[in-house]
């Protein structure tokens, strides 16, 4: 087997993290050869400006394998974000280089403001992107035939991916790892990294238990990352007030003020968004995620759902399907790129 080559860009100020994190995961990624022996899936190999070392915002030093001037033909190409393509020279430059050579790659992605460097080509004008959350308003005032969500993990508009801040970048190569070969491996990778999980890319990248640890007061600080992992347990508001601390009436007053939802919405909430996850990854019946997600009955989740999304839980795994195309036996086929948009719950 061959494997597929990614080239990732790297420049001066580039976020270091934007870098390692996909070359780790398409590193990891492997498939069982004739003989047994595993076979790596990717080539990755890192492309500078020029042939020189460069320095991340981080101060960590990375060489490049080779230049843009002399690369190789590429299966997927990765722009990492980072101050030098934000306000340095970079963007410029690998905007003109891109221009020059994106109709010989079959996937294109930038990651976090690395889309500072692929907006400028014109060949995300008119579709859907997002970018870092922070940065999403300034993306959309500098390209106004980009259509920005600020909230996405990563969309994929054809044959174009962009993803949001960061860690993200990890995500984003998950989703290359399933589409070209398939769950199973991706799912090995993220288990290799110790990933909490393989995230879907509709996915908020500002997750509602992080805003909640974010605003709260010290004594709810940790109470939302509980909530998440123990999504079987008793969540009542009763439950909830032993663990924090206070009678359930204080508990109740306290949340509503902060949160502007009663506990029992926001364990909802937390209970469906979990639920919308598992359902696409059509590992379990819709009865089980219901169980899994800590609903006491199938019925009670139906109805649940469907009050919140205005789809039965059947429904949108098979919308989520039909949008995604994703292949759920073994290797996607190589050639043009599937056309889903983006995933929404």
């Not at 061959?2 to 580039?14: A, E, N, S, T, W």
């Not at 047994?36 to 890192?46: D, F, K, M, Q």
């Not at 993803?163 to 070969?181: K, Q």
């Not at 059509?282 to 999304?309: C, I, P, Y």
Request: glycine residues 8%; positive net charge; contains cysteine.
């Amino acid at each position: 087997m061959r494997p597929l080559r990614i080239g990732l860009i790297g420049y001066d100020d580039v976020q270091a993290l934007d870098l390692v994190g996909p070359s780790d995961a398409f590193t990891i990624a492997a498939v069982q050869g004739e003989h047994g022996t595993p076979e790596r899936c990717y080539e990755v190999i890192i492309l500078g400006l020029t042939g020189k070392p460069f320095r991340a915002e981080s101060g960590l030093l990375f060489h490049p394998d080779t230049t843009l001037g002399n690369a190789p033909m590429l299966d997927t190409l990765v722009i990492p974000g980072g101050k030098g393509v934000r306000m340095g020279r970079a963007g410029a430059v690998i905007a003109h280089w891109i221009s020059n050579r994106a109709s010989r790659i079959r996937r294109i992605a930038s990651v976090c403001t690395g889309i500072y460097a692929l907006a400028p080509t014109g060949l995300l004008d008119g579709r859907t992107v997002t970018t870092h959350w922070r940065f999403a308003g300034d993306v959309a005032r500098r390209f106004p035939k980009l259509k920005v969500d600020p909230d996405a993990l990563f969309v994929k508009d054809g044959s174009f991916f962009t993803a949001g801040g960061i860690t993200a970048s990890v995500d984003l190569a998950l989703a290359f790892i399933e589409e070209d070969y398939g769950p199973r491996i991706a799912l090995s990778v993220a288990r290799e990294l110790v990933v909490y999980l393989k995230r879907p890319g509709g996915q908020k990248q500002y997750s509602e238990p992080l805003e909640f640890q974010f605003n709260s007061a010290d004594r709810f600080a940790d109470l939302a990352s509980w909530m998440l992992g123990h999504l079987r347990a008793d969540l009542s508001l009763e439950a909830l007030a032993r663990r924090a601390c206070l009678s359930p009436r204080h508990l109740a007053r306290r949340f509503k003020q902060s949160f502007g939802a009663t506990p029992s919405v926001f364990v909802e909430n937390l209970r469906l968004d979990d639920a919308c996850r598992r359902l696409t990854e059509r590992t379990q019946t819709v009865e089980n995620v219901a169980t899994s997600v800590g609903f006491k009955s199938d019925d009670v989740f139906r109805r649940a759902f469907q009050r919140r999304f205005g789809v039965k839980p059947s429904s949108y795994r098979t919308r989520f399907d039909a949008r995604t195309g994703s292949s759920q036996n073994g290797r996607a086929t190589r050639g043009r790129p599937k056309q889903p948009v983006r995933q929404k719950k």
